[in-house]
């Protein structure tokens, strides 16, 4: 299926566009990487792309390709934390892209963000974006992507109790945040001692380089388990009680 898409877009005609489960990646790979290399402009929809395919077991749950396919020079990898992200992903393909795009999309509900009215859904094309702010300055910023996204506000909300104030960064695309300038990333994430954390179901190792070295990640270390999505949130720690926990801890 990549190889056709692959081949479609070489020839010219039409854009196309592929999609299976985010798993499955790692069959695709060669074709995967081949569009990158010759600059294909295919797009690459992949859905059920973390630990909450659920049931499906750990052999369909995707924990480390996500940052493999990051890594893939001339493949731009978004994954969109809801409905605004994602038009803006297909969109920034159909108008902006010179090679292959790829969608990591999640197979579970997520909550619409509520955004600031300074919100420019251009933002998106920047990689990274700020979806909210505290009153005063913040004393801890939450780097989260996809279905994580939501799970950083609500995180956010139980921290604020504790007079711990958040600043909630989705990061849609690392590597088009990789290319603003480095004034452009600060104004995002600040590199004045703030700590950092970033939030992602799957490695996170991708998220590491924007936490530090001493920084934390929350995110997969090991394989994932058989049993509903809501369970599986629970037992790796990805429920916003948890997150909190956790941040407060390292905070």
């Known amino acids: 299926m990549g190889a ?6 070489l ?3 039409f854009l196309p566009y592929c999609g299976t489960f985010m798993i499955f990646s790692d069959y695709m790979r060669p074709a995967i990487r081949l569009a990158a290399l010759m600059k294909a402009r295919t797009l690459f929809v992949f859905t059920h792309d973390s630990i909450f395919v659920g049931e499906d077991g750990p052999t369909h749950q995707p924990v480390e390709q996500l940052d493999g396919l990051r890594v893939v020079p001339g493949l731009t990898v ?4 809801d409905g605004v992200e994602t038009a803006m992903a297909y969109a920034y393909h159909l108008q902006q892209s010179t090679g292959p795009v790829l969608l990591s999309l999640t197979r579970q509900t997520v909550p619409a963000l509520e955004r600031p009215a300074t919100f420019d859904p251009m933002d998106v094309w920047k990689g990274a974006y700020i979806v909210s702010e505290p009153d005063e300055k913040a004393n801890v910023v939450l ?3 996809g279905s994580e996204v939501g799970v950083a506000v609500e995180a956010a909300l139980e921290l604020a109790t504790d007079g711990i104030r958040a600043r909630i960064v ?3 695309c690392v590597g088009l945040f990789l290319e603003q300038s480095n004034a452009d ?7 004045d001692g703030t700590p950092i954390v970033a939030i992602e179901a799957g490695r996170g190792e991708t998220l590491r380089r924007f936490v530090g070295r001493r920084g934390l990640v929350i995110g997969m270390e090991s394989f994932g388990a058989s049993a509903p999505y809501a369970d599986l949130a629970v037992h790796f720690g990805f429920t916003a009680s948890s997150v909190a926990a956790r941040i407060k801890a390292y905070v």
């Open 4 to 9: 056709i898409a692959h081949g479609i877009a």
């Open 11 to 13: 020839e010219g005609t």
């Open 78 to 81: 978004f994954r969109p934390a």
């Open 143 to 145: 780097v989260a992507t």
């Open 170 to 172: 989705s990061m849609p």
């Open 185 to 191: 990333q600060d104004a995002i994430i600040p590199d």
